[in-house]
T-cell receptor, first 114, second 114 residues
Framework: AQSVAQPEDQVNVAEGNPLTVKCTYS??????LFWYVQYPNRGLQFLLK??????LVKGSYGFEAEFNKSQTSFHLKKPSALVSDSALYFCAVRDPTAGNQFYFGTGTSLTVIP | EPEVTQTPSHQVTQMGQEVILRCVPISNHLYFYWYRQILGQKVEFLVS????????KSEIFDDQFSVERPDGSNFTLKIRSTKLEDSAMYFCASTETLGVTEAFFGQGTRLTVV
């Protein structure tokens, strides 16, 4: 079965410090991995994705994520956090061999402290 | 930038009433989805729709739910007889193709069943 785990409900980081939001996944085939961000009262906005190729992918707003196949992880990172990065972050996986739906994690609330 | 739009943004309904949630996917997209997010919980897949028929559905999507693409632009989710536990944020999404492409999500409809 396909699943995504985000082990941290809440991450706090000081402005200017690097941030990491963790994600691990479980799929039967090769995963397509995605990160979405949700601001209050808004929908899910796409940040970045990993399909194949370079394990480090870069996305919107300075975010990047590293695919690690051996650890089945896809952690979201940013070198220098901004207060405006405070939001809810969702990791999602899609297994093209097992249907077309996205499986989401439970979300991680990121708070960047000024 | 093209976007998925959903109406209404908030719907309050009495238990047992029918509701229709509306979505306008991105115009050149071919695959459409409904997801829901109960407050504080993860985003859950309900149904996917392609070529005027349901392609996948979850256990949540029982006989009380239906989807329709009544014209070339709208995609609707109907709940026939709402229950208190249907209270959630409902997200519509669309993708251009299967597999590698990210989904674009609407801003959501908050459904409150009283």
């Amino acid at each position: 079965a396909q699943s995504v785990a985000q082990p941290e409900d809440q991450v706090n980081v000081a402005e200017g410090n690097p941030l990491t939001v963790k994600c691990t996944y479980s799929v039967s085939g090769n995963p397509y991995l995605f990160w979405y961000v949700q601001y209050p009262n808004r929908g899910l906005q796409f940040l970045l994705k990993y399909i194949t190729g370079d394990n480090l992918v870069k996305g919107s707003y300075g975010f990047e994520a590293e695919f690690n196949k051996s650890q089945t992880s896809f952690h979201l990172k940013k070198p220098s956090a901004l207060v405006s990065d405070s939001a809810l972050y969702f990791c999602a996986v899609r297994d093209p061999t097992a249907g077309n739906q996205f499986y989401f994690g439970t979300g991680t609330s990121l708070t960047v402290i000024p | 930038e093209p976007e998925v739009t959903q109406t209404p943004s908030h719907q309050v309904t009495q238990m047992g009433q029918e509701v229709i949630l509306r979505c306008v996917p991105i115009s050149n997209h071919l695959y459409f989805y409904w997801y829901r997010q109960i407050l504080g919980q993860k985003v859950e897949f309900l149904v996917s729709f392609y070529n005027n028929e349901i392609s996948e559905k979850s256990e949540i999507f029982d006989d009380q739910f239906s989807v329709e693409r009544p014209d070339g632009s709208n995609f609707t989710l109907k709940i026939r007889s709402t229950k208190l536990e249907d209270s959630a944020m409902y997200f519509c999404a669309s993708t251009e193709t299967l597999g590698v492409t990210e989904a674009f999500f609407g801003q959501g409809t908050r459904l409150t069943v009283v």
